[in-house]
């Protein structure tokens, strides 16, 4: 599992952010927390507990209380030392301008300043709803992600099995592709997975026989996704005879991703079998679950009132 971090310049490049230091480099600015910090009490003079690790944002109350009760040389003097903790940056929301000595603080530390037209909640809450995907734990696995009727489903399986050729059947068949061989997981909270592809492999499919096809030059942009929850996992394997398969489905069986569980389906693979079926019927059948009908409850029940019927 790698530690996710990301850039100061890529969080401005992603919030429109305006850097009100451009001679400092925001691409040698690391994030590795996803949280904000509004820096109130440090204004104060307090900096017990302070969060050096967060994003600082300074928004209409912080600028209200420097501007009442804060000199020039006061607020600079707050700014430095708030610089010197190494904070990621510091943002002003409503397009507040920091003064020149804030500003020349900033940079004595190499702290960005930015500022934003957001309200301070809008800007704050974007910005942790990006960082918590950018810096959520991450893990590559090898398999296939596809959008089923919405439905996030992780194809997985031995090398050969058939899981590339299935992603391209449901891509002929209407459903979207958001990777093929290698999925980035990404836990973003304790019940979410969030999949995508690789930069370099994104938007392409293996076929053996045939090599590499570019689906978004083939099928067009509405046949892929960046992103996708996962919500299902399919495992594809050969047939065994000698194995008893789930045939009713009554009890789930799950597995585990950065400590999250997920749905497991096991798909007993032989020739003939429409593997773009199959997966269509069980994304359908997981979002009718979660709905709360269950097919196989449904006739558990009407079996049990037959018997009581015959007793």
Request: hydrophobic share 40%; aromatic share 6%; with cysteine.
């Given at each position: 599992?790698?530690?996710?971090?990301?850039?100061?310049?890529k969080?401005?490049?992603?919030m429109g952010l305006t850097n009100l230091t451009p001679d400092i480099d925001l691409s040698e600015r690391i994030i590795s927390f996803y949280d904000v910090n509004r820096p109130a009490l440090q204004l104060t003079g307090f900096f017990e507990h302070f969060d050096v690790t967060r994003v600082q944002i300074v928004g209409n109350v912080e600028q209200q209380?420097?501007?009442?009760?804060?000199?020039?040389?006061?607020t600079a003097e707050r700014f430095e030392k708030i610089a010197a903790f190494n904070v990621p940056c510091v943002i002003f929301s409503r397009e507040y301008r920091p003064s020149e000595a804030v500003l020349d603080a900033c940079r004595k530390h190499g702290v960005p300043c930015l500022n934003s037209p957001k309200t301070t909640s809008d800007l704050s809450s974007e910005i942790i709803r990006w960082l918590k995907v950018q810096l959520a734990p991450c893990i590559s696995i090898h398999g296939v992600l596809v959008d089923v009727y919405g439905e996030g489903v992780?194809?997985?399986g031995d090398s050969g099995v058939g899981k590339s050729e299935s992603a391209l059947e449901l891509v002929k068949r209407g459903h979207r592709l958001v990777s093929d061989d290698v999925v980035e997981i990404r836990k973003v909270s304790d019940e979410t997975l969030i999949g995508s592809a690789p930069a370099v492999t994104k938007n392409f499919i293996e076929l053996r026989g045939i090599g590499i096809i570019n689906i978004r030059t083939l099928f067009g942009f509405e046949a892929i996704k960046d992103t996708q929850q996962i919500d299902m996992v399919i495992k594809l394997e050969d047939w065994n005879k000698d194995k008893e398969y789930d045939r009713l489905g009554l009890t789930e069986t799950y597995t585990e991703y950065l400590g999250n569980k997920v749905i497991c389906h096991e798909i007993p693979i032989r020739p003939g079998r429409n593997l773009a079926i199959i997966v269509e019927c069980a994304a359908v059948n997981n979002r009718a679950k979660k709905m709360g009908h269950n097919a196989a409850d449904e006739l558990f029940k009407r079996v049990n009132a037959n018997i009581g019927n015959v007793l």
């Amino acid at each position: 599992m790698s530690a996710a971090t990301t850039t100061v310049e890529k969080l401005a490049d992603r919030m429109g952010l305006t850097n009100l230091t451009p001679d400092i480099d925001l691409s040698e600015r690391i994030i590795s927390f996803y949280d904000v910090n509004r820096p109130a009490l440090q204004l104060t003079g307090f900096f017990e507990h302070f969060d050096v690790t967060r994003v600082q944002i300074v928004g209409n109350v912080e600028q209200q209380y420097i501007d009442s009760y804060l000199d020039d040389k006061m607020t600079a003097e707050r700014f430095e030392k708030i610089a010197a903790f190494n904070v990621p940056c510091v943002i002003f929301s409503r397009e507040y301008r920091p003064s020149e000595a804030v500003l020349d603080a900033c940079r004595k530390h190499g702290v960005p300043c930015l500022n934003s037209p957001k309200t301070t909640s809008d800007l704050s809450s974007e910005i942790i709803r990006w960082l918590k995907v950018q810096l959520a734990p991450c893990i590559s696995i090898h398999g296939v992600l596809v959008d089923v009727y919405g439905e996030g489903v992780l194809i997985t399986g031995d090398s050969g099995v058939g899981k590339s050729e299935s992603a391209l059947e449901l891509v002929k068949r209407g459903h979207r592709l958001v990777s093929d061989d290698v999925v980035e997981i990404r836990k973003v909270s304790d019940e979410t997975l969030i999949g995508s592809a690789p930069a370099v492999t994104k938007n392409f499919i293996e076929l053996r026989g045939i090599g590499i096809i570019n689906i978004r030059t083939l099928f067009g942009f509405e046949a892929i996704k960046d992103t996708q929850q996962i919500d299902m996992v399919i495992k594809l394997e050969d047939w065994n005879k000698d194995k008893e398969y789930d045939r009713l489905g009554l009890t789930e069986t799950y597995t585990e991703y950065l400590g999250n569980k997920v749905i497991c389906h096991e798909i007993p693979i032989r020739p003939g079998r429409n593997l773009a079926i199959i997966v269509e019927c069980a994304a359908v059948n997981n979002r009718a679950k979660k709905m709360g009908h269950n097919a196989a409850d449904e006739l558990f029940k009407r079996v049990n009132a037959n018997i009581g019927n015959v007793l």
